[in-house]
Structure formats: structure tokens, C-alpha cells
């Protein structure tokens, strides 16, 4: 494990430190990495007398020193979960209150959409509902290019059906005196949700969840195959007569037949003593966490108790068959045995300070699992899964600023207050009860057991996985090692094109996602992280601007307009006018007000044009040896440039104030027709491009003036390109930005462009001055937008839709 990087709060003042002990923490990380993360002090005040309370607080692991508060509750949480997705954070009390959270849009605003209430029940354990769909991969299948082969889905079933075979969202609670309780989210509401002033209050089923109710301190839930949950549960209580038992049960929820109501049904498995274990011999073993090894059908479970004289012993069980003897007067042949399933404990693992959390990777993934300790002494002990074999312990008290003068003393007030890792297991995250965060990179004693190829072929693997699934990439993004990078976007690209067509059609934005965060990694690789991203806006504005093509009479059409004009413009026709010949105007018509809103995407199309053509002369002579991504040379980017020209082309008839907006050196200059004509002579040979054609980019200058494209100035986050240069750990402070990783990327500038210091909505793409008063900004790749929807018409609505949920 290695301390990527440490968040201070503005005041380290421990006045509390007493009181915060009489409260527990609560951290989780969604697939979409974002923290979500429980304190008893508001993080911006400086004193802790003010501030106190119950909040809850989400911080992106790229940008962690802007923490935004969820809600502050009138009880202490017992419970923080995120949902598969990451779109709803689960937030339950002491007293019985369950809230589910959603963004408003933006990662600073959360608003509380759904509201349960079991009155006086203090919630211990929850789980969302399992949508039935798991994909893992094939470990003797890594080698392979195709997805289908490597990526299969398995057989899993979704907790709760309805009518179809629909899964139902949900959540399933389980409260300190065994209680089951489940609610379904309305699936017609998540629409309008986000509309009301107040959550939506749900109602509940419930139900015991063993035959007599019981009081239990710990729980845990995992998903079973079938649908089902698997649910363990521990009375850490020593007075009580069943404190020494872990008890399991398996629990289904069903939706009653005839009417949407849900049904909850419990049944006993085996359970165990931790006397029957390896601890026999220690005096007053105390249940303080019972963990699953993994949550999807797991068949391990982690009990981590405490004992007389301050030490903690953890101890694995496994569900095995066992073969029981039967007496010979009752066997009806010679041997026969009868078989059942026991809990057998397998292996332990003993440390002379108290335990405070446990953890475990939540995907057993290429054979990468471990247990993560949390010590009332402050260390954090990293297990192998399976031998309970401790690989690495460090200590949150001996990390210091390296600023810090040598005779400040180290302050022992903090202690360990919450531990959780990142969904695919590359990055753990400590908080101390102060709220600190304490990020480690926990892949590092893999890789440097593999050598460079099986590293390389794993990191892609690991790629796809998340390109597959739709999973955020962060986390492995920053455990990459730098030297590799080009390795590995070869091979993910080599991948990608052996792809079936339609396979590469429906993960083609997330690959070319994936494929710039890659290169925003290296400093020599942001032009190629800009040609990317101007092709992704590029196939954005292609898909939309298609879509608001409608066929004037759908019985005399074999195929659609977008369709008819890719035949058309394969004939390399290099007079758009005459394209128009062969097109059916009325294929193209369009509302006027549409069109005019249009107008700012239209200009954006416009200029990427007229920057290709202006720097080709350039490129072709300077760079004619540039390896990677060159959007002038991409074939399919070119003519989706020359589609976008033909259709702008007849709109501009319909409505001349959609057009693009030039300033040409002479008025009888028509500066579309020149553009479709380079172009069309472009894609002809966009590799090795004639002299006359170059010679003719070269003029393009002289005759218009060519705006700059957008360029993000700088970005502040983890995954910068400077990281592999400063020394670890990072340290950040709460409201500031780390300045040691903010790194301003050299701006390509076009001989005789135009540029300006104005920052641009790269959503809308508008004008918002030089110092906009408010802005959002992207978490990944540092685009900026106004918070501010200007959108009026249906086409731009949709077009800001489209991108509201891929940023953070």
C-alpha cells in the first residue's frame, strides 16, 4: 500500500476528540468514485463546538479538497450505502430513518427524493435491491480480443421481479432487534422526482427476521444467485446468552401476485459458536464486525471479534460438505454417509490492539482479493483473502506534512474512524474521526509481482471491464504506471477495432472517453486528448443532428435521409451544391426556431473545419512522424464533417441566421463551399495529401479568420500529468487547491488565429466572459459550463441532456 494522497482540514483542533469516539463512521465509495464519507464536524468551520452534528458529506477521489455536504441528521447514522450505479446514496439513523439522496446535476447539489420511516428501529445493515446483472471475466479467456468471449454475463438473478421478469428497485434494511424491512422504488417516479419540493415517503413491509426476534449489533448482506439474500448477524453484547452465535438466513423478497405490494420471506441456515472456532481459548471473545468476503454469493464470512486484555482476533468461516456417519442398523448399503453443510472455520489471524473496521474488496476480479483491518491503535493491516497472509500494515499517526517543521510534534488525538475500497479494489480510503481522508494505491504489490507484458495485458482487462460495465476508469487510472501507457492504449485500441460493427457502434463514446483520459495522463499527449475530444463532440453533434431527421413520406422511403446522404457523399463529390442535386430537400426541413438554436453547434462544426485545414500544411510537414491520434487523418471524422457541411448547407436556405459566422477578407468568398471542397479532397488521401491541396490550406488564413478551438487552460486533480513527478503523499487542505498538481497544458496556436481569454460553455458552446460569476466544472477532463440552462427548444434540451449525466 502506498499513501497517494492525505486531505487536511483548515483546524486540526481535537477538543471533541472524546465525544466523536462515542459515535460510529461511515465511508463507502460508488462505482462512479465518489466518496460519501459520515463526521461529526462541518468540515469548512474551524471549530468544532460550532460545527458539530451529524453530516454527511460526497468528495470526488480526483478533486477530494472540495468535500460538499449531503445533509446534516438529527440522529447518528448507522448506515451509508450507495447503489450500483451511483445515482442514489441510502442514509440511515439510529432512529429508524431511512432517506435516499440524488443529484440535482451536480455533484455540489443533492436533494433527498425518497423518505422510509421504521419508527424507533436502529438500522445496522442495508442493501439495494440486485438488478440480476453480473458480468466477470473469463480468466482463461484474458487473452482474447472480443468482448462477448471475455466478458460474459452470468447467471444471476435480480432480487425482486415483477411482471415480465422486470428487476425492481429497492432496498432491503436490518435492524439491531431483527427486523427485516424492504421498500421499492416506484419506477414512473424517477422522472419527476427531482421536481418536488419534498421527498416522497415510501411504505415499508416488515418482517422478523428469524423465528423469535433477537437483539444483534452487526449484520451484513450479500446476494445470492437465485435472488435471494444471504444475511448474517452478531450480538457483540457480552451480557446476552447468544453473544458467542453468528446467525445466518437467507431472504427473499417477492412482489405479491395481483397487486405491487412486497412480500418478505425468512428461513434459517447454518449457523455456528465462536467457541466451535479457533479462538476457543480466548476469554471473552466479543463480536464486533461480521463482514462477507464478497457481496455477490459469497461463501466466506469474516468475524472479527474482540477479547479480555485488548486484542482483537479475526477468523474466516467457510460453508462446507461434510459427510456425517450413520449407524449401521439405519443404513440401507455398506458406507453410506449422510451429507449437510457446516461452517468451518479456516484460518485466523491475532494483533494485541482492538479491531475498529473491517472491509473487503467487493469483486473477487483476476484473482485480486484482499481484507483491509482498521486498529484501535491506528494501523491498517492488509490480508490476503484467502490466508489471512498479512502483505503490508502502516500506521495514519507516523504520515506528517513534509512541510511540517522537524520539532512539530505528531498529533495522537486522531483515530481511525471509517475504512472503505474503491469498487474494483485498486484504491483504499482511510477517515480519521476528524474527517480527514487518507487514500492509498493497493495494487502496487501486484504489479510488481507480474512483468510487462501480463501488466499490460491486465491493465487492459481491467479497462475493458470498466468500459463494459460503464464503471468509472479513476481508479485505475491512477494506479497506472506511466511507462506503459502507450502499451496499453495500443492494445485497448487494437481491441476495440476487432470488435463486431455493432459491438464497436454501442461502446464507442465510452471508448473514446476511456481513450482521452488516457492520454490527458502524459504531458506529450494533450493534443492527441484534444483531436479525441473534438472527434467525441463531433459524433455528438452527428447523432443529433441526425436524429431531428424525419423522412417526408415514410412509404416511398427505403431508407432514411441520413442514409441516403452518406450514398450520396460517397461518390466524393466535391461541389456541395451539386450534392444538393441528389437529396430530397424536404427530408430536411425544419422548424425555423429549432434551427436557430441550432446555431451555436453549427459554428462549432464550422471551426473545427477551418482548424484541420489551417494546420494541416503544418502537421504534414513537422509532424509527419507523430504517433497516436491525428483527427486530420481520420477518414470517418472527415466525412462526418462533410455531412454535417451538406446538412448545414440546406438549413441555411431554410433559415439564414443558423449559418456559421465568418470574417472573410472579400465578401464573394463562399467559405462553406471552400471547406466542403479541402475536405472532400482531404478524405480522398488523408494520409499523404497532395501539394495543391496544402498549398490551398495555406491560403485559408489569408482569406478568414480562424477562431481557436477551445483549450481547456488548466486542470487541478489527481490524475494530472505531473503526478508521477511530485513527491507522495499529496498533501491537500480542505477549499484549496492542490497547486503542486495544476497543470497547464501548452495551447496549440493557428498561424493568423484568433483567440481570446473568454471562457467558453463547452456544453452550449457560448461566450461566458473572462471571469463568469458562477461555474460548473467537470471533475475528469475540467470543462467548464454555466450552471444556467439557456436551452429553450426540444432538439437543445436533449442536447444538454445528453451530457448532464457523463460529468461530474
Given at each position: 500500500?502506498?499513501?497517494?494522497?492525505?486531505?487536511?482540514?483548515?483546524?486540526?483542533?481535537?477538543?471533541?476528540?472524546?465525544?466523536?469516539?462515542?459515535?460510529?463512521?461511515?465511508?463507502?465509495?460508488?462505482?462512479?468514485?465518489?466518496?460519501?464519507?459520515?463526521?461529526?464536524?462541518?468540515?469548512?468551520?474551524?471549530?468544532?463546538?460550532?460545527?458539530?452534528?451529524?453530516?454527511?458529506?460526497?468528495?470526488?477521489?480526483?478533486?477530494?479538497?472540495?468535500?460538499?455536504?449531503?445533509?446534516?441528521?438529527?440522529?447518528?447514522?448507522?448506515?451509508?450505502?450507495?447503489?450500483?450505479?451511483?445515482?442514489?446514496?441510502?442514509?440511515?439513523?439510529?432512529?429508524?430513518?431511512?432517506?435516499?439522496?440524488?443529484?440535482?446535476?451536480?455533484?455540489?447539489?443533492?436533494?433527498?427524493?425518497?423518505?422510509?420511516?421504521?419508527?424507533?428501529?436502529?438500522?445496522?445493515?442495508?442493501?439495494?435491491?440486485?438488478?440480476?446483472?453480473?458480468?466477470?471475466?473469463?480468466?482463461?479467456?484474458?487473452?482474447?480480443?472480443?468482448?462477448?468471449?471475455?466478458?460474459?454475463?452470468?447467471?444471476?438473478?435480480?432480487?425482486?421481479?415483477?411482471?415480465?421478469?422486470?428487476?425492481?428497485?429497492?432496498?432491503?434494511?436490518?435492524?439491531?432487534?431483527?427486523?427485516?424491512?424492504?421498500?421499492?422504488?416506484?419506477?414512473?417516479?424517477?422522472?419527476?422526482?427531482?421536481?418536488?419540493?419534498?421527498?416522497?415517503?415510501?411504505?415499508?413491509?416488515?418482517?422478523?427476521?428469524?423465528?423469535?426476534?433477537?437483539?444483534?449489533?452487526?449484520?451484513?448482506?450479500?446476494?445470492?444467485?437465485?435472488?435471494?439474500?444471504?444475511?448474517?448477524?452478531?450480538?457483540?453484547?457480552?451480557?446476552?446468552?447468544?453473544?458467542?452465535?453468528?446467525?445466518?438466513?437467507?431472504?427473499?423478497?417477492?412482489?405479491?401476485?395481483?397487486?405491487?405490494?412486497?412480500?418478505?420471506?425468512?428461513?434459517?441456515?447454518?449457523?455456528?459458536?465462536?467457541?466451535?472456532?479457533?479462538?476457543?481459548?480466548?476469554?471473552?471473545?466479543?463480536?464486533?464486525?461480521?463482514?462477507?468476503?464478497?457481496?455477490?454469493?459469497?461463501?466466506?464470512?469474516?468475524?472479527?471479534?474482540?477479547?479480555?486484555?485488548?486484542?482483537?482476533?479475526?477468523?474466516?468461516?467457510?460453508?462446507?460438505?461434510?459427510?456425517?456417519?450413520?449407524?449401521?442398523?439405519?443404513?440401507?448399503?455398506?458406507?453410506?454417509?449422510?451429507?449437510?453443510?457446516?461452517?468451518?472455520?479456516?484460518?485466523?489471524?491475532?494483533?494485541?490492539?482492538?479491531?475498529?473496521?473491517?472491509?473487503?474488496?467487493?469483486?473477487?476480479?483476476?484473482?485480486?482479493?484482499?481484507?483491509?483491518?482498521?486498529?484501535?491503535?491506528?494501523?491498517?493491516?492488509?490480508?490476503?483473502?484467502?490466508?489471512?497472509?498479512?502483505?503490508?500494515?502502516?500506521?495514519?499517526?507516523?504520515?506528517?506534512?513534509?512541510?511540517?517543521?522537524?520539532?512539530?510534534?505528531?498529533?495522537?488525538?486522531?483515530?481511525?474512524?471509517?475504512?472503505?475500497?474503491?469498487?474494483?479494489?485498486?484504491?483504499?480510503?482511510?477517515?480519521?474521526?476528524?474527517?480527514?481522508?487518507?487514500?492509498?494505491?493497493?495494487?502496487?504489490?501486484?504489479?510488481?509481482?507480474?512483468?510487462?507484458?501480463?501488466?499490460?495485458?491486465?491493465?487492459?482487462?481491467?479497462?475493458?471491464?470498466?468500459?463494459?460495465?460503464?464503471?468509472?476508469?479513476?481508479?485505475?487510472?491512477?494506479?497506472?504506471?506511466?511507462?506503459?501507457?502507450?502499451?496499453?492504449?495500443?492494445?485497448?485500441?487494437?481491441?476495440?477495432?476487432?470488435?463486431?460493427?455493432?459491438?464497436?457502434?454501442?461502446?464507442?463514446?465510452?471508448?473514446?472517453?476511456?481513450?482521452?483520459a488516457l492520454y490527458r495522463l502524459s504531458i506529450t499527449g494533450q493534443q492527441k486528448a484534444h483531436d479525441l475530444s473534438n472527434l467525441l463532440i463531433l459524433h455528438s453533434i452527428l447523432i443529433a443532428f441526425k436524429s431531428l431527421l424525419r423522412p417526408s413520406d415514410l412509404t416511398s422511403h427505403d431508407k432514411g435521409p441520413a442514409e441516403n446522404l452518406a450514398m450520396v457523399l460517397s461518390e466524393s463529390v466535391q461541389d456541395v451544391d451539386k450534392v444538393l442535386l441528389n437529396l430530397e430537400a424536404k427530408d430536411f426541413t425544419m422548424e425555423r426556431p429549432t434551427l436557430q438554436s441550432l446555431q451555436q453547434l453549427i459554428q462549432w462544426v464550422a471551426d473545427l473545419a477551418l482548424n484541420i485545414l489551417a494546420k494541416l500544411p503544418e502537421s504534414r510537414s513537422f509532424m509527419s512522424s507523430k504517433q497516436g491520434y491525428d483527427i486530420s487523418k481520420d477518414i470517418v471524422a472527415l466525412n462526418s464533417i462533410r455531412e454535417l457541411l451538406v446538412m448545414i448547407r440546406i438549413w441555411g436556405l431554410l433559415n439564414p441566421q443558423c449559418l456559421p459566422v465568418f470574417s472573410r477578407s472579400t465578401d464573394n468568398l463562399d467559405i462553406l463551399v471552400t471547406l466542403f471542397r479541402l475536405l472532400t479532397k482531404l478524405s480522398l488521401n488523408p494520409n499523404e495529401p497532395d501539394d495543391l491541396l496544402l498549398d490551398e490550406c495555406c491560403l485559408l488564413p489569408n482569406q478568414v479568420l480562424i477562431p481557436q478551438l477551445q483549450f481547456v487552460p488548466s486542470r487541478t486533480m489527481i490524475a494530472s500529468p505531473l503526478l508521477p513527478h511530485v513527491s507522495l503523499p499529496v498533501i491537500c487542505d480542505y477549499g484549496v487547491e492542490n497547486e503542486t498538481l495544476k497543470f497547464c497544458p501548452e495551447i496549440p496556436i493557428v498561424e493568423?488565429?484568433?483567440?481570446?481569454?473568454?471562457?467558453?460553455?463547452?456544453?452550449?458552446?457560448?461566450?461566458?466572459?473572462?471571469?463568469?460569476?458562477?461555474?460548473?466544472?467537470?471533475?475528469?477532463?475540467?470543462?467548464?459550463?454555466?450552471?444556467?440552462?439557456?436551452?429553450?427548444?426540444?432538439?437543445?434540451?436533449?442536447?444538454?441532456?445528453?451530457?448532464?449525466?457523463?460529468?461530474?
Open positions: 500500500m502506498e499513501l497517494l494522497y492525505m486531505t487536511h482540514r483548515k483546524s486540526n483542533s481535537v477538543s471533541f476528540v472524546e465525544t466523536q469516539q462515542n459515535f460510529e463512521f461511515f465511508s463507502t465509495t460508488s462505482t462512479c468514485n465518489v466518496l460519501a464519507f459520515t463526521t461529526t464536524n462541518e468540515l469548512t468551520e474551524p471549530s468544532p463546538i460550532q460545527g458539530w452534528g451529524f453530516h454527511i458529506y460526497v468528495a470526488d477521489l480526483n478533486t477530494p479538497w472540495f468535500p460538499y455536504r449531503v445533509t446534516t441528521s438529527k440522529y447518528p447514522v448507522s448506515v451509508l450505502e450507495w447503489d450500483v450505479l451511483g445515482r442514489f446514496l441510502l442514509v440511515g439513523d439510529r432512529n429508524g430513518n431511512v432517506q435516499l439522496f440524488a443529484q440535482k446535476g451536480t455533484l455540489s447539489e443533492w436533494k433527498a427524493v425518497y423518505s422510509v420511516r421504521f419508527p424507533g428501529e436502529n438500522i445496522i445493515a442495508a442493501a439495494f435491491f440486485h438488478n440480476g446483472r453480473k458480468i466477470s471475466l473469463q480468466m482463461d479467456k484474458k487473452e482474447h480480443s472480443l468482448y462477448v468471449e471475455k466478458f460474459p454475463k452470468g447467471k444471476f438473478s435480480a432480487s425482486v421481479r415483477q411482471f415480465g421478469g422486470v428487476p425492481v428497485e429497492g432496498v432491503v434494511i436490518v435492524s439491531a432487534t431483527g427486523m427485516l424491512g424492504a421498500f421499492a422504488i416506484p419506477a414512473d417516479s424517477n422522472v419527476n422526482i427531482m421536481k418536488q419540493q419534498e421527498p416522497m415517503v415510501l411504505t415499508p413491509v416488515t418482517e422478523s427476521l428469524g423465528i423469535t426476534r433477537n437483539f444483534y449489533t452487526t449484520a451484513d448482506i450479500c446476494y445470492g444467485k437465485s435472488g435471494h439474500f444471504m444475511i448474517a448477524a452478531g450480538n457483540g453484547d457480552t451480557k446476552s446468552a447468544n453473544s458467542g452465535m453468528i446467525q445466518c438466513f437467507r431472504v427473499a423478497v417477492t412482489v405479491k401476485k395481483g397487486c405491487e405490494t412486497l412480500e418478505i420471506g425468512s428461513s434459517a441456515l447454518p449457523s455456528f459458536f465462536l467457541a466451535e472456532g479457533l479462538g476457543k481459548d480466548l476469554k471473552e471473545l466479543r463480536v464486533a464486525h461480521i463482514k462477507w468476503v464478497s457481496n455477490e454469493d459469497a461463501d466466506s464470512l469474516i468475524v472479527a471479534s474482540n477479547y479480555a486484555g485488548g486484542g482483537s482476533f479475526i477468523e474466516q468461516w467457510e460453508l462446507t460438505e461434510e459427510s456425517m456417519p450413520i449407524h449401521k442398523l439405519f443404513q440401507s448399503s455398506k458406507n453410506e454417509s449422510f451429507k449437510t453443510i457446516l461452517w468451518t472455520s479456516k484460518t485466523k489471524y491475532v494483533y494485541n490492539s482492538k479491531v475498529v473496521k473491517v472491509c473487503s474488496t467487493r469483486l473477487n476480479f483476476m484473482n485480486c482479493s484482499f481484507i483491509y483491518l482498521a486498529m484501535s491503535d491506528n494501523s491498517i493491516h492488509c490480508l490476503q483473502r484467502d490466508t489471512f497472509k498479512r502483505l503490508t500494515c502502516t500506521n495514519i499517526i507516523s504520515i506528517r506534512d513534509p512541510n511540517d517543521h522537524a520539532s512539530k510534534q505528531i498529533r495522537l488525538g486522531v483515530k481511525i474512524g471509517a475504512i472503505n475500497v474503491s469498487y474494483l479494489g485498486h484504491l483504499f480510503v482511510a477517515l480519521d474521526t476528524t474527517g480527514q481522508i487518507y487514500t492509498y494505491r493497493c495494487n502496487f504489490m501486484i504489479q510488481d509481482q507480474l512483468g510487462t507484458p501480463a501488466l499490460i495485458v491486465q491493465t487492459v482487462n481491467l479497462l475493458e471491464f470498466c468500459l463494459v460495465t460503464g464503471f468509472d476508469c479513476l481508479e485505475i487510472l491512477l494506479t497506472l504506471k506511466p511507462q506503459i501507457l502507450d502499451n496499453i492504449l495500443e492494445r485497448l485500441t487494437d481491441n476495440f477495432n476487432r470488435q463486431p460493427p455493432n459491438v464497436q457502434q454501442y461502446y464507442y463514446v465510452n471508448f473514446l472517453t476511456m481513450k482521452i493568423g488565429g484568433l483567440s481570446n481569454d473568454n471562457v467558453i460553455d463547452s456544453v452550449m458552446y457560448l461566450q461566458l466572459g473572462r471571469k463568469p460569476p458562477s461555474l460548473r466544472r467537470c471533475s475528469r477532463c475540467g470543462s467548464c459550463s454555466s450552471p444556467v440552462s439557456v436551452a429553450k427548444t426540444p432538439a437543445m434540451k436533449a442536447w444538454e441532456q445528453r451530457w448532464i449525466d457523463k460529468c461530474r
